[in-house]
């Protein structure tokens, strides 16, 4: 039986490239990143109770687009019906992923059920610190992105980044292996979000990342945001 969402976010300029788009929050997910700060959407497992389809009626003429997002957009049940249906309203689709589930993924794709994902990237495939659920996490990761490169869809790749995490090495290694499985969009690194409680109980970090070493290096073109050195910048 399909869940309800948790939220919405009713209007957001900023999560689906030159559209106006809402976003829809489940619960759920199959990983624990400790910079992860939807605690409460992670872990929680219920119905969010949110009439989300009536949302979406209402909305009609006014939004472009619908976002799917978490937790892990892949869990939500009954994914595909779900993403019908909002078609059946003249919405674009967005999902965010973790890339864990390629062969969701790939349904959805094949379907012609969603117009745009924005997949998060957690690791290179040779780092060793454990994220729970991460067993295998790169080649699932690999295969989602194989199928986003083979179908033609808009996408990017994304990696929320703590110096105490990742490395400039570690980026630089997961920048490449993206481009030599076909990427060749912008990488975007999006700054640890420091607003509240998260899964792993974070501190701050302690120090900057080398930007320039990160651009003279990386064979892709990387998107920085929510940097703290550009913070009230333009
Ligand atoms: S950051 Fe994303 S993938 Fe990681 S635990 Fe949070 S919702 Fe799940």
Not at 27 to 49: A, F, I
Not at 71 to 97: H, P, V
Request: hydrophobic residues 35%; neutral net charge; aromatic residues 10%.
């Amino acid at each position: 039986m399909r869940r309800h969402p948790a939220d919405i976010t009713p209007l957001t300029f900023l999560d689906y490239p030159k559209k106006a788009a809402c976003i829809l929050w489940y619960t759920g997910c199959n990983l624990r990143c400790p910079y992860c700060y939807n605690p409460e959407l992670v872990l929680g497992c219920s119905d969010g109770g949110v009439d989300e389809m009536a949302f979406l009626r209402e909305r009609r003429g006014f939004l472009d687009a619908v976002v799917l997002s978490g937790g892990e957009a892949t869990l939500i049940r009954d994914l595909a019906g779900l993403c019908a249906d909002i078609k059946d309203l003249g919405y674009f689709i967005k999902i965010d992923t973790n890339g864990s589930n390629p062969d969701i993924l790939a349904d959805l794709i094949d379907r012609k059920l969603i117009d745009y994902v924005a997949m998060d990237n957690k690791m290179p495939s040779t780092r060793t610190w454990k994220l729970p659920g991460g067993a295998k996490l790169f080649d699932r990761f690999s295969l989602s992105l194989q199928a986003l490169e083979a179908s033609g869809l808009p996408y990017e790749i994304r990696t929320t980044v703590h110096p105490g995490l990742l490395e400039e090495s570690d980026l630089l290694q997961m920048i490449r292996e993206c481009e030599q499985l076909g990427y060749r969009g912008t990488y975007y690194l999006q700054y640890f979000f420091n607003a509240g409680p998260t899964l792993g109980n974070l501190e701050p970090p302690t120090r900057r990342y080398d930007r320039p070493l990160l651009d003279k290096y990386a064979p892709l073109r990387i998107g920085y945001r929510n940097f703290p050195e550009d913070r009230g910048k333009n």
